[in-house]
């Protein structure tokens, strides 16, 4: 739940809980005021009707009083001089003062009064009293009750522009790019955001240092190695041009491999450096991921043929908006490391599918596979399954997923790493937004 709702909704409890309260003891009080006001009300009734000049008759005055809302008796030397036709007929005796009792089948107040030898009896029903403390408290009460709707809207307003520098800081971090660490500029004069803003600023300097840090580094040593290396490889050829010893032309090889693993590490660091999403999503074309697939097997068919494995490549073409470069990279890294972890003689299909979520890139081996601890490292960079001690025998540098993840990230797909048929791994990425050719 947002913040506005959640303050909406707490201020909103709080009225009705007030309002409620408000009702309760309103109510109570009305009731006090307006038991008070009639109690003086049948005293006064009752003082003007001891003053009556009524005499004594054979048949007592019969009053019709349908209403029931004031019912009276009228007695001198115990006989019944006047009263309300309900009560006429029944000898009622009550002490002098005001009483609570059950009077003609309803609950009434009565008061009482004698004077000489005249006496008083005034009784109104209760539920009278009731009703007019509930018309004081519903009439007070109502207009608070039909303007809290128009006091939730208020709320709701004034809550949303008190919130809104904090809107405008979200939408604005949301549309950030990955490699935006420009301070934010605010002039704000919002105690409570100015700290928000200015820790933001100062997380953004941290970061950008440590990013461009990571960033140059790798590529600015790969670059440096390169010469070096390149010197190497030539000094080491002319040497094993000149060695006729074969204990030192084995040396040479040895140091040859050793140069040439060297320098596959600096050429995937240089690569890894390139991979950067705002760097390439520029320069997208339509390109085809059949086509591209074909160019990569061709160019490593060398080392398949080598362990005479056999490869097939499956399914129609499509065409995706992305870079032939890092498409290149991608297909090139999967596919060298299932020719690597494959056996000789081992099985090698490449699929091109179409399914719901998007059109998927897939390979499937016969090698060993991995486990699931295996699957959720094999992204971290400079990490190989079994490190040099894997059965194949292969060697590499461990970034070749890393980049794979790199360009994941660039054209916004997904990979998914399974158990194969065929008994080794399965590599699928999905990617969306394309187009079947």
Sequence with gaps: MSIRKRLTLILLSMMVLTCFLALVKGYQKSMHHGESLLDDELKIVAGVLIEQPLALSTDAVQVSNNSAQLLYQIWQNNNLLSGSSSLTNNQISFSEGFQTANVAGQRMRVFVMS??????????????????????????????????????????FFVKYALAPLTRLSKQLASRQANDFTPINWQVTDEEIKPVINRLNDLFKRVETAYLRERFFASDAAHELRT??????????????????????????????????????????????????????????????LTITQQVV?????????????????????????????????????????????????????KLVSSNNGFSWQIDDSGAGMTEEQKERIFNRFYRVGGDQHPSGEQGAGLGMAIVQHIIAIYGATIHLANSSLGGLTVKVTFTGVKSD
């Design 228 to 289: 070096p290396l390149s010197s190497l490889k030539i000094n080491v050829h002319n040497l094993a041009n000149k060695q006729s010893n074969l204990q030192d032309h084995q040396e040479l090889q040895a140091m040859s491999q050793g140069i040439n693993r060297l320098s596959n590490i600096v050429e995937q660091m240089l690569i890894l450096g390139r991979t950067q999403p705002e760097q390439w999503q520029r320069q997208f074309s339509e390109q085809s991921l």
């Design 115 to 156: 004077k000489n030898t005249r006496k008083i009896i005034v009784a109104e029903p209760m539920a009278k009293r009731f009703e007019l403390a509930e018309a004081v408290i519903l009439s007070a009460m109502l207009p608070m009750l039909w303007a809290v709707p128009l006091l939730a809207i208020f709320i709701s």
């Design 298 to 350: 061709s160019e490593q068919y060398d080392k398949i043929d080598e362990k005479n494995q056999t490869i097939s490549l499956e399914g129609d073409d499509f065409i995706i908006n992305g870079d032939e470069f890092t498409l290149t990279t991608l297909i090139a890294n999967l596919l060298s490391n299932a020719i690597k972890y494959t056996p000789k003689n081992g099985q090698i299909i490449i």
